[in-house]
T-cell receptor
Framework: KQEVTQIPAALSVPEGENLVLNCSFT??????LQWFRQDPGKGLTSLLL?????REQTSGRLNASLDKSSGRSTLYIAASQPGDSATYLC??????????FGGGTRVLVKP | DGGITQSPKYLFRKEGQNVTLSCEQN?????MYWYRQDPGQGLRLIYY???????QKGDIAEGYSVSREKKESFPLTVTSAQKNPTAFYLC?????????????FGSGTRLTVV
């Protein structure tokens, strides 16, 4: 059974610092990996999707890498802003289009 | 604009009552999913459906029921058999059949037992 872990559970950084969020998974037979953002009391917003054949994806200040062999993905957010404060979730996709989620990392960017 | 609509945003249930959460999408997605989110825990899959009139149990299906009579709609009923229903419920949808297909989520329904 796939297990997805995100460490740390919470992270606080000063504005302008780069953010590094980690995601690890136990089964390397994945279809894709998706990073989401969740604001308090809201649904999930998709940030990036990395297909299993890809090593990274970029969108603006966001860059996500994928290393299937080691079971790891990292989300980098450059030059963090207070508006980046949210919970970030990674989810691993497998056969049947089912996603398995990590517990999330709660980020606070201090002005 | 295309998207997923969940209603209501807040729902209160009395003990022993069944309640139904609505989820509608206009993205022409084939598959739809229901997740439950509790504080300090990740999202857990309740039910999913990849085609009309067919659905499968997820990891925590006990005390819940679903139907998929239309491609656009996937309502979730929380029955009185669900002993701890207070949670945030999220509906999602996706295309199927390719690794480049991601999930789109609704804005959620917060259910509280009173």
């Amino acid at each position: 059974k796939q297990e997805v872990t995100q460490i740390p559970a919470a992270l606080s950084v000063p504005e302008g610092e780069n953010l590094v969020l980690n995601c690890s998974f136990t089964d390397s037979a994945i279809y894709n990996l998706q990073w989401f953002r969740q604001d308090p009391g809201k649904g999930l917003t998709s940030l990036l999707l990395i297909q299993s054949s890809q090593r990274e994806q970029t969108s603006g200040r966001l860059n996500a890498s994928l290393d299937k062999s080691s079971g790891r993905s990292t989300l980098y957010i450059a030059a963090s802003q207070p508006g980046d404060s949210a919970t970030y979730l990674c989810a691993v996709g497998a056969a049947g289009n089912k996603l398995t989620f990590g517990g999330g990392t709660r980020v606070l960017v201090k002005p | 604009d295309g998207g997923i609509t969940q209603s209501p945003k807040y729902l209160f249930r009395k003990e022993g009552q069944n309640v139904t959460l609505s989820c509608e999408q206009n993205l022409n997605h084939d598959a739809m999913y229901w997740y439950r989110q509790d504080p300090g825990q990740g999202l857990r899959l309740i039910y999913y459906s990849q085609i009309v009139n067919d659905f499968q149990k997820g990891d925590i299906a006990e005390g819940y029921s679903v139907s998929r009579e239309k491609k656009e709609s996937f309502p979730l009923t929380v029955t009185s058999a669900q002993k701890n229903p207070t949670a945030f419920y999220l509906c999602a949808s996706s295309f199927v059949g390719g690794s480049n297909y991601g999930y789109t989520f609704g804005s959620g329904t917060r259910l509280t037992v009173v």
